[in-house]
DNA sequence: AACCGAGACAACCGCAAGGCT
DNA sequence: AAGCCTTGCGGTTGTCTCGGT
């Protein structure tokens, strides 16, 4: 269980990457592939880790990524894979198309996150708080007296018997869909390296269409369309249960102020820029 | 115009899992 | 079986920008 040394070398380059750097490493996994990442920044000419290119790979410089804001789909589904699976941020990517981890993990943190603290739902446990704040928000039963007690209990009982099943089917499906992904690399290895074909233009999911929908996988995504629809319908049967028109009011209260958009600013320089960029066509597909 | 605090997000750090020798 | 290496993951930090004063 060692631990990787590749960042402890000195000289190496930390911090934001310039568009030199960027260009230099989509280039060289464009014509070759990552390989192994800790010989690839010295085959591409980067004064960096291994791992730091591997991340930056990953979370900006993929051509199969969606950047921008998220959709009010996209943060409902995120909200109840985090109740379903927790701070799990890998297999909650892989049930949204074109999102990073990194980037879900961020907008939890950012956002969704203090929004539901905000709503008087606990962001850890997705149940209302104790204080009394955000009545009738959260819960599956939601309402007061003996009987919306006991059936919040019997459903909460249900869901976390639910979330411990799928948490394990999820790990089991993640396993196999990678090795099943890998003797697909693997065969095609050989004729994907040169050559590499003009960039896919950026897909935009149709507004309230579910994610498993739209036939793609996230760029973390492990698992098949049927598997994704498989938990579609576990999420569509606790969505029932979810308090989801009330998050669905509050954001429609909080877009009113904040222009649309969840975010109170819009699209920031830095990812104004990188939008800029790809919309010229600097990325391309390239083997992985 | 300058300063300051908050928000947003890219990037880093450290740990753990799994493969390979 | 044991140790090393690579990769993946989640938590945290650093940096930049904007809006308010």
């Not at 233009?201 to 995504?221: C, F, I, Q």
């Not at 909080?254 to 600097?282: E, F, K, N, V, Y």
């Amino acid at each position: 269980m060692g631990r990787s040394p590749c960042c402890e070398k000195e000289g190496l380059k930390k911090g934001p990457w310039t568009p030199e750097e960027d260009q230099k490493l989509l280039a060289y996994i464009e014509q070759h592939g990552h390989g192994c990442w800790r010989s690839l920044p010295a085959k591409a000419g980067l004064q960096r880790c291994g791992k730091s290119c591997r991340l930056r790979w990953t979370n900006y410089l993929r051509p199969d990524i969606k950047r921008g804001k998220f959709s009010l789909q996209e943060e409902q589904t995120i909200i109840q894979l985090h109740a379903l699976l927790g701070n799990r941020w890998s297999a909650i990517a892989t049930h949204l198309p074109k999102r990073t981890d990194n980037e879900i993990k961020n907008y939890w943190n950012t956002h969704l996150k203090k929004r539901l603290a905000k709503m008087g739902i606990d962001p850890v446990t997705h149940k209302p708080r104790s204080d009394g704040l955000g009545v009738g928000v959260g819960g599956a039963g939601g309402g007061a007296g003996a009987a919306g007690s006991q059936q919040h209990a019997k459903a909460a009982a249900h869901l976390s018997h639910t979330a411990q099943w799928e948490s394990a089917r999820l790990e089991a499906e993640a396993r196999l869909a990678r090795e099943a992904r890998l003797r697909a690399l693997a065969a095609s290895a050989s004729s994907a390296v040169v050559a590499a074909p003009p960039p896919p233009l950026p897909h935009v999911p149709v507004p309230g269409a579910p994610a498993a929908a739209h036939g793609l996988d996230s760029p973390t995504s492990t698992l098949s369309f049927s598997e994704s629809a498989a938990l579609a319908s576990v999420l569509a049967a606790r969505a029932a249960m979810q308090p989801m028109q009330a998050y669905e009011e509050a954001c429609r209260r909080s877009s009113s102020s904040s222009s649309g958009a969840i975010t109170s600013r819009s699209t920031s320089p830095r990812t104004r820029g990188s939008l800029l960029w790809a919309s010229r066509g600097c990325f391309s597909t390239a083997p992985a």
